[in-house]
């Protein structure tokens, strides 16, 4: 489920939890609604509202981790990419094997299936390596060039590595159904104490909204290869625009 579609179930949960206080409150009799009965909810809604926002900001800051570690990989991946081989056979093995290679992490991260694919490394990735390795350098230069070669193709296959291993670690459904349910009981109590008027009804439907948001926003984060802040694979793509043709 996108992240999108995540908000709006949260929305109508937490909104439905305002909704379900409001019936409540029309339903019960008088004196469940004493001010004893509610200085008890509200002990309970508070307890539950300080777990939920310690929940809801790990969750973000996790996200936020996560979005900033798979930038960062992505960021070394063209720096190494740049600064590859000068070599005319680097050159035309790495045009092949970066737009393939940005396809693939892309993919990896955004498909449904891809916990059920092994990770395999690609046919041009493996013959750039075979290639730097079959060099015969003449001089002490070129044996410094060949070990810089070797050295940032290892590095290359490391941080595609890491993005392969990081893919698809998102929130766990059970956390979110807890969370969500958290939600739900705080804004029940919200409305089963309250005045049930436009008014009311109008500012929990905004809190609600912002609550899901939140959500959205740790969903969104938590993916950073797909949605609407997905992190952009021209940089890795045009990597090799300076060496030239």
Not at 14 to 38: C, D, M, Q, W, Y
Not at 53 to 77: M, P, R
Request: hydrophobic fraction near 50%; proline fraction near 5%; aromatic fraction near 8%.
């Amino acid at each position: 489920m996108s992240p999108l579609l995540m908000s709006v179930f949260v929305f109508a949960c937490v909104f439905g939890g305002t909704i379900f206080g409001i019936f409540l409150r029309n339903t019960l009799p008088e004196h469940h609604l004493s001010p004893a009965t509610k200085d008890v909810v509200r002990l309970g809604t508070g307890l539950i509202g300080t777990i939920a926002a310690l929940v809801l900001g790990l969750l973000i800051a996790s996200a936020n981790s996560t979005y900033q570690t798979q930038s960062s990989q992505i960021q070394q991946l063209t720096a190494n990419t740049e600064y590859g081989p000068e070599t005319d056979f680097a050159r035309n093995q790495l045009r092949r094997v970066v737009p393939a290679m940005a396809d693939r992490i892309w993919h990896e991260n955004s498909s449904d299936s891809r916990k059920a694919e092994p990770f395999e490394a690609s046919a041009a990735g493996l013959s750039f390596y075979d290639e730097i390795l079959k060099l015969s350098p003449h001089n002490e230069t070129q044996r410094s060039l060949q070990a810089w070669a070797i050295n940032v193709a290892q590095d290359l296959a490391k941080t595609r590595l890491l993005l392969f291993a990081e893919a698809g670690m998102s929130i766990p459904m059970p956390f979110l159904v807890v969370l969500v349910s958290w939600l739900a009981i705080i804004f029940a109590s919200f409305s089963l104490f309250a005045d049930n008027n436009a008014t009311t009804i109008g500012a929990l439907g905004v809190f609600a909204l912002s609550a899901s948001a939140s959500i959205f926003l740790i969903l969104e984060l938590s993916q950073p290869f797909t949605g609407l802040m997905m992190i952009s694979s021209e940089p890795l793509r045009n990597a090799l625009a300076p060496l030239g043709s």
